[in-house]
């Protein structure tokens, strides 16, 4: 049989830079021919093939209801009969605005935007604003979206700034940006000594999913606020991946530390391009059009988007939805987990809500450089075996995986089966 796959890469590639719209969708770091998606419902999707996988990516954390849910569906149906997009306010952004801040105790106010990058970009500008300092703080393994200032690797040495990532950034750009050792104590604690009174914010993925699933201690976590607050900086949670992911109130809620700023995406949307940043009134209020920060955007708080989101965030509410989301991910973990040591093949998991990360290793990372240690070759195999088997994970060895609503009891099955199969082969 013709692989329509390999049909559809060719097509791509001659008119989309590496045939795809956003990097890890190549396959580039585990090999191979793209699926190209055609439909998906529940948690399943289908390619050019027609072949049916079990979805763990769920759109990169989005679909946390699962694809197609009736209520959703039809709340952006009635939307898009409505119109598209205005380019002016309507109420439905006031009421998932207000939906938000309920979830949020840490905001009082805050602003729609369409993708996870324009938030943490206007994020980072607004903390500049309300401080009056150039200096930001992450850490290595962070993504914080493709913003120059934010395509960062660690400095040569300890609490140095940073070296741009990707050609087309400027050192000059970065020069105010500071990488740090994810959970490093120590470090943190120099970098605050030696630039406290320059920095601006310090933004952070509370537990990190973009080296793969990585929780920050709560030690370094309370730490974090603690030198934010002595030296006059604002912390700023990324929770564009964690936001409604991990719990009804995100990591914040999960590890019970108040950042000043919030960054929020992915499940606010509910699979549409959504995302919002917000905090406190006092901070908020230095925006475009009542502050001097400038922040705009044409198609902010669309009103599909909008409807999506406020649909989504409906169902997430309803008792016992977490509960329920967080049992059947820890199912699979700890079922993937057991297959692997049943097979004597090293291996770590965790898992928070309907989030989780898998390492071929005998411990949990903490840290960027620890994650960079797994075997690239054995995660590889993991991944083909899987998708020949019709389970569909990340085509990365640093990204962190999704269960939704939709999951079943059989899907996780199917799942560990197929995973324990291929452990067996090694």
């Not at 890890?24 to 439909?39: D, H, L």
């Not at 105010?176 to 120099?190: A, F, I, R």
Request: glycine share 12%.
């Amino acid at each position: 049989m013709t692989d329509q796959n390999d049909i559809l890469f060719e097509r791509a590639r001659a008119v989309i830079p590496g045939g795809v719209n956003s990097p890890v969708r190549a396959f580039k770091a585990v090999g191979g021919t793209p699926r190209f998606i055609q439909r998906a419902q529940g948690a399943y999707f289908w390619d050019a093939n027609d072949k049916r996988y079990i979805d763990y990516i769920g759109s990169w954390g989005p679909m946390i209801l699962g694809h197609g849910h009736p209520a959703v569906v039809e709340a952006v149906q009635k939307a898009v009969l409505e119109g598209f997009s205005y380019g002016a306010p309507t109420e439905r952004e006031i009421e998932l605005a207000e939906a938000i801040l309920a979830l949020v105790p840490s905001m009082e106010m805050v602003r729609l935007v369409s993708s996870g990058t324009e938030a943490a970009m206007s994020a980072l500008r607004l903390a500049r604003g309300a401080t009056g300092r150039k200096t930001i703080v992450k850490f290595e393994g962070c993504y914080h979206g493709h913003a120059d200032a934010l395509l960062v690797k660690a400095g040569s040495g300890l609490a140095t700034f940073g070296n741009p990532t990707s050609a087309g950034v400027p050192p000059e750009v970065v020069q105010h940006t500071l990488v740090l050792e994810y959970n490093n104590l120590q470090q943190l604690d120099e970098a605050f000594a030696l630039h406290g009174q320059d920095i601006a914010c310090l933004m952070i993925e509370a537990i990190a999913g973009n080296m793969n699933f990585v929780r920050a201690t709560p030690e370094f976590a309370k730490r974090c606020r603690e030198l934010c607050t002595q030296h006059g900086a604002l912390l700023i949670f990324d929770e564009v991946m964690t936001g409604f992911r991990v719990g009804l109130h995100g990591a914040q809620g999960v590890l019970g530390v108040t950042p000043d700023l919030t960054v929020l995406g992915k499940v606010i949307g509910g699979g549409m391009p959504l995302a919002a940043f917000g905090g406190p009134r006092a901070i908020m209020e230095q925006l475009a059009p009542l502050g001097p920060v400038y922040q705009a955007g044409t198609l902010s708080g669309n009103p599909v988007a909008t409807a999506c989101g406020l649909a989504t965030l409906k169902e997430i509410s309803k008792p016992g939805f977490y509960e329920a989301l967080a049992k059947k991910t820890r199912t699979l973990v700890d079922g993937l987990k057991a297959a692997a040591v049943a097979e004597g093949q090293p291996f770590n998991a965790d898992s928070e809500g309907g989030m989780f990360g898998f390492f071929l290793m005998n411990e949990l990372p903490q840290n960027y450089a620890t994650v960079m240690t797994t075997d690239n070759a054995q995660f590889n195999a993991l991944f083909h075996g899987l998708l020949d088997r019709g389970v569909y994970i990340a085509p990365a060895l640093y990204e962190a995986g999704f269960v939704s609503a939709a999951h079943s009891e059989d899907d996780i099955a199917a799942t560990i089966a197929a995973a324990r199969e291929i452990f067996s082969k090694r």
